[in-house]
């Protein structure tokens, strides 16, 4: 576009808002001269005097009200919230019933005109007492205050019948690249459809998450990523369909979405590996939330399936984030990948005066006395694995079926039962005796 046109084009929108701007002024003159008549001030004072009422009761009932909801220990909390709103907002509640009440009987003995101020002042009253009312029910402070201030304006300004002069102002106030024009009322419009379908698509989300989570019938793995491919067509689709509810012209994202593509290549390898390894885990089932796995140093139980890492829970309290890809190309021991049995090993010996077929059953029984070891499906078995130079060497091999409990614990509560058996039934746990001679001393001397 040629500088000359661009200026043409900045002088006909400077001009446009002149034009706006008088008219909407003259408009306020005219209201603002309307309201030096006497019956028109004699509403605002009226509503004026109706709000320090109730300002005054507010302040009379508002601690009273607080005491009975401190009494109200067992009600639910539904209940409780609803009382603290209405708390909050008491003064607002009370001069609305004061002002359209007086309404009301103005209606009924005098002529409407004397009582239209105070209708218009009743309406916005209410109009906004159910916004602030409604809005609580957004838990982000941001997005509710956000939410809150733009309906108040909207519906001011729809009551007060300003609507067609605040578009044409805002639909004013505008920008042109080449075939495209982007005004306020544009941005305007599309943040308020763009709320309104990613609320939509949230609630949507929500909803169906926690249905699919509590089926049973599906995997966990299955879940997350069903979950997670839901969550993307569900956002992905409200952002396409608000841009288009606009009349945004979507064909300039294809060059973006190449721009994207290139540095994806580039400079997001690592994630974009993630992000593929994670849909991979979530396909082929190898983890899933609740197994416990080992991963070099690190041995937990699985908290959650991320889109970029996974999150394993230690025995210690630690949340490692692991990324998606290190489990698809490293050595991952998964404890509880086909069932959730694990075979623990513990070693130990005895003196070779004890005689093996009794250590063998003792062994055994000490095991069982253990909780967390199987007793019935998979038993305990003790074997001689060698003759080591100070004792008979023997493995004792027993089966849990909760590693999330952890491993160490359940090996040293073995371990404590060894030890209480024989030691009531005399049996010796030798350890290496040597016998140390000094050189140069005989060996008569060094035996004295």
């Given at each position: 576009?040629?500088?000359?046109?661009?200026?043409?084009?900045?002088?006909?929108?400077?001009?446009?808002?002149?034009?706006?701007?008088?008219?909407?002024?003259?408009?306020?003159?005219?209201?603002?001269?309307?309201?030096?008549?006497?019956?028109?001030?004699?509403?605002?004072?009226?509503?004026?005097?109706?709000?320090?009422?109730?300002?005054?009761?507010?302040?009379?009932?508002?601690?009273?009200?607080?005491?009975?909801?401190?009494?109200?220990?067992?009600?639910?909390?539904?209940?409780?919230?609803?009382?603290?709103?209405?708390?909050?907002?008491?003064?607002?509640?009370?001069?609305?019933?004061?002002?359209?009440?007086?309404?009301?009987?103005?209606?009924?003995?005098?002529?409407?005109?004397?009582?239209?101020?105070?209708?218009?002042?009743?309406?916005?009253?209410?109009?906004?007492?159910?916004?602030?009312?409604?809005?609580?029910?957004?838990?982000?402070?941001?997005l509710r205050s956000l939410i809150r201030y733009g309906l108040w304006i909207f519906a001011t300004l729809q009551i007060l019948e300003l609507t067609d002069t605040a578009t044409t102002i805002l639909d004013s106030a505008a920008v042109t690249f080449g075939e495209t024009r982007i005004s306020l009322l544009l941005i305007i419009n599309a943040v308020v459809m763009l709320g309104i379908l990613f609320f939509g698509a949230r609630f949507i989300s929500t909803t169906t998450s926690e249905r699919i989570r509590s089926n049973e019938e599906i995997s966990p793995s299955m879940r997350v990523l069903v979950v997670k491919a839901l969550q993307v067509l569900l956002y992905g689709a409200a952002f396409f369909i608000g841009?288009?509810?606009?009349?945004?012209?979507?064909?300039?994202?294809?060059?973006?979405?190449?721009?994207?593509?290139?540095?994806?290549?580039?400079?997001?390898?690592?994630?974009?590996?993630?992000?593929?390894?994670?849909?991979?885990?979530?396909?082929?089932?190898?983890?899933?939330?609740?197994?416990?796995?080992?991963?070099?140093?690190?041995?937990?139980?699985?908290?959650?399936?991320?889109?970029?890492?996974?999150?394993?829970?230690?025995?210690?309290?630690?949340?490692?984030?692991?990324?998606?890809?290190?489990?698809?190309t490293g050595q991952v021991v998964n404890w509880s990948h086909s069932n959730e049995f694990v075979r623990l090993d513990i070693y130990f010996g005895t003196a070779y005066g004890d005689d093996p077929h009794k250590v063998r059953a003792i062994a055994i029984e000490a095991a069982m006395s253990v909780n967390r070891v199987l007793k019935d499906y998979r038993k305990p078995v003790c074997h001689i694995v060698g003759f080591g130079d100070s004792s008979v060497d023997y493995i004792l091999r027993f089966w849990i079926k909760d590693p999330t409990g952890g491993l160490t614990n359940v090996r040293g509560a073995v371990y404590l039962a060894l030890w209480d058996a024989f030691q009531a039934e005399n049996i010796s746990i030798p350890f290496p005796q040597r016998e140390i001679r000094m050189l140069g001393e005989e060996p008569a001397k060094a035996l004295d």
């Open positions: 576009m040629e500088p000359e046109e661009v200026d043409a084009q900045a002088e006909d929108v400077t001009e446009e808002l002149l034009d706006t701007g008088q008219e909407l002024w003259m408009q306020i003159g005219t209201f603002a001269e309307s309201l030096l008549r006497p019956w028109n001030a004699y509403q605002i004072g009226i509503a004026v005097a109706l709000f320090l009422l109730a300002h005054l009761l507010n302040r009379f009932l508002a601690p009273s009200l607080h005491e009975w909801m401190r009494s109200r220990e067992g009600w639910p909390k539904w209940r409780i919230r609803f009382l603290v709103v209405v708390h909050q907002r008491l003064r607002a509640i009370i001069f609305v019933t004061l002002i359209w009440a007086v309404v009301f009987v103005m209606r009924e003995v005098t002529w409407p005109s004397r009582s239209y101020i105070l209708s218009v002042i009743a309406t916005l009253a209410f109009v906004w007492l159910a916004i602030a009312l409604l809005s609580r029910l957004i838990r982000n402070k941001f841009m288009r509810a606009v009349g945004f012209d979507l064909t300039g994202l294809a060059v973006l979405s190449g721009a994207i593509g290139v540095g994806l290549g580039f400079g997001l390898q690592k994630v974009v590996s993630n992000l593929v390894s994670g849909v991979i885990i979530l396909l082929d089932k190898s983890i899933k939330p609740g197994d416990v796995i080992s991963l070099g140093d690190t041995f937990g139980w699985i908290n959650s399936l991320g889109a970029r890492y996974v999150s394993v829970v230690t025995r210690d309290g630690k949340e490692y984030l692991i990324p998606n890809e290190d489990l698809i």
